[in-house]
Structure formats: C-alpha cells, structure tokens
T-cell receptor, first 113, second 117 residues
Framework: TQLLEQSPQFLSIQEGENLTVYCNSS?????LQWYRQEPGEGPVLLVT?????EVKKLKRLTFQFGDARKDSSLHITAAQPGDTGLYLC?????????????FGKGTLLTVNP | EPEVTQTPSHQVTQMGQEVILRCVPI?????FYWYRQILGQKVEFLVS????????KSEIFDDQFSVERPDGSNFTLKIRSTKLEDSAMYFC???????????????FGPGTRLTVL
C-alpha cells in the first residue's frame, strides 16, 4: 500500500506569514498533484509535478517535487485569509496503477486576518 | 471553464435501498473515476472507467457497486443495497489522459453527500 504522509496536519498562522507544508512517501510517484479542498466541496487541482527536482510557481504558491520523486512541498509566501483550506497531495505510483490517485490526509491551513 | 458536475448534491436513503449517483464529466475527457471520502478521512479511490469498461477498482468496490456510462455524457455509480458505512462524500473525477501518461490530471466534481439511515 502506497502512503502519502502530510505534515503538519494543522497549521494556523497570521496573515502575511510564510509557510511550508510537506508530503512524504517511501514510494516513488510518477506524478504528484496538489489540490485544495473547501469544506463540503470537491478537491480543486492546483498543480501537477512530474519531473524529479521540478519547481512550479503559481502566484504566491511554490511547489517542489523531490529529486527521487518520493516527496513534495508547497510553500506559500505572504499568506492571505483566502488561502485558508485543506491542502491535499495525491500521487500516481510509479510502476503501479495507471489510474488511481493515492491521497494524503491533508494539511488544514487557517490564515487569520 | 469546463467542470465536472454531480447530482444530487445530497442524498438521504434508508439502509438496504439502492442509490444512483450521477456525474457529467468534462466533455472531451475519456477517463472517469469515482472516489469517496468518509467524514474526517482521506479521499479513497473506488474505480476507474475507460472505453466503456472498468480499468481498475479498489477492494472497497465490491459487488454492491457498479458503474455505467448510459449515454455520451453521464457517468453513474450505483450502490445496490446501501449500508450505514456507505455514508460518505462521493466524488466523480475525469481526465483527458490516463494510462502511462504522466499528466493524468484528474478534475473533481463538487461531490454528492450520501447519508444512509
């Protein structure tokens, strides 16, 4: 069973602060996706990373895929209350399923004004 | 922007009853999926569907579950005889690519909250 461990589980910060959340596994992933989920809604895709060492930027969000494709991080600069939500990483296992996404439990981020 | 839609948003049913959850995937997508999320737990894969057949299913997807693409736009999940533990959010997703394509980006619908009493 491939597991994705996300840390921290909960994070509460003040507006303007920077933060990093992590997604780690002992398995290699062919690709990894980050989603954001609001309460009672579906996950919304933020980014996909595919190549080991890849860095992608989406405005104030920076995503990095580890060189070995076993881990990823999401860094938010100058967090805003609108960034509040559950951040999920999900991966497709290299050499395994071509279809199934394995999800982590998520990091619940609260940005206080 | 194209999006996955799901109906109903909330379904309440009695234990033992059949339910059908409906999804309209993004129109040019060829791969379709169902996931579920029990309250407070991870999103879990149920099944993937391509070219009118199941391409993969999890151990959760037992004989009580079935999927169908009854026409060119809808994709349905049927639970034949619901149990209390089937209560969860059910998400439909679709992707343009699948298989070994790395950019198998799956786009999720808003979900159907199923409550089994």
């Amino acid at each position: 069973t491939q597991l994705l461990e996300q840390s921290p589980q909960f994070l509460s910060i003040q507006e303007g602060e920077n933060l990093t959340v992590y997604c780690n596994s002992s398995s290699v992933f062919s690709s990894l996706q980050w989603y954001r989920q609001e309460p009672g809604e579906g996950p919304v895709l933020l980014v996909t990373v595919v190549t080991g060492g890849e860095v992608k930027k989406l405005k104030r969000l920076t995503f990095q895929f580890g060189d070995a494709r076993k881990d990823s991080s999401l860094h938010i600069t100058a967090a805003q209350p609108g960034d509040t939500g559950l951040y999920l990483c999900a991966g497709r296992n290299s050499g395994g399923s071509n279809y199934k996404l394995t999800f982590g439990k998520g990091t619940l981020l609260t940005v206080n004004p | 922007e194209p999006e996955v839609t799901q109906t109903p948003s909330h379904q309440v049913t009695q234990m033992g009853q059949e339910v059908i959850l409906r999804c309209v995937p993004i129109s040019n997508h060829l791969y379709f999926y169902w996931y579920r999320q029990i309250l407070g737990q991870k999103v879990e894969f149920l099944v993937s569907f391509y070219n009118n057949e199941i391409s993969e299913k999890s151990e959760i997807f037992d004989d009580q579950f079935s999927v169908e693409r009854p026409d060119g736009s809808n994709f349905t999940l049927k639970i034949r005889s619901t149990k209390l533990e089937d209560s969860a959010m059910y998400f439909c997703a679709s992707s343009e690519a699948g298989g070994t394509t790395a950019y198998n980006e799956q786009f999720f619908g808003p979900g159907t909250r199923l409550t089994v009493l």
